[in-house]
């Protein structure tokens, strides 16, 4: 088992910055990926970035050039900077784990609890 525990959400105005950490309790897989995902209201979790141990990324078209994922490898850390705030990026914020050979179905697919990031004024 892995287990996730995610910090850094809150209240922000429109253009604030915001930083999000997730710490994995262990590292199970050679070849994994760390993400964010993110649900709003009536939505569908949706993926915000993830990112590979061996640092490959990918971001959802909505937040390149104000978003940036990093890791700690060592550490089993993801961080998720976010700047330019916008309201459309209020959601509660999920933090995964999953191996890099990841299928939708596969068994090993681990989540944190969630942390709320609210934009507005």
């Known amino acids: 088992q892995v287990q996730l525990v995610e910090s850094g959400g809150g209240l922000v105005q429109p253009g604030g910055s915001l930083r999000l950490s997730c710490a994995a309790s262990?590292?199970?897989?050679?070849?994994?990926?760390m993400g964010w995902y993110r649900q709003a209201p009536g939505k569908q979790r949706e993926l915000v970035a993830d990112?590979?141990?061996?640092?490959?990324?990918n971001y959802a078209d909505s937040v390149k050039g104000r978003f940036t994922i990093s890791r700690h490898n060592a550490a089993n850390t993801v961080y998720l900077q976010m700047n330019s705030l916008k309201p459309e990026d209020t959601a509660v914020y999920y933090c995964?784990?999953?191996?890099?050979?990841?299928?939708?179905?596969?068994?090993?697919?681990?989540w944190g609890q969630g942390t709320q990031v609210t934009v507005s004024s």
């Open positions: 262990r590292s199970i897989f050679s070849l994994n990926v």
């Open positions: 995964n784990y999953r191996p890099a050979n990841y299928r939708p179905g596969d068994l090993y697919d681990y």
């Open positions: 990112m590979t141990n061996d640092g490959t990324t």
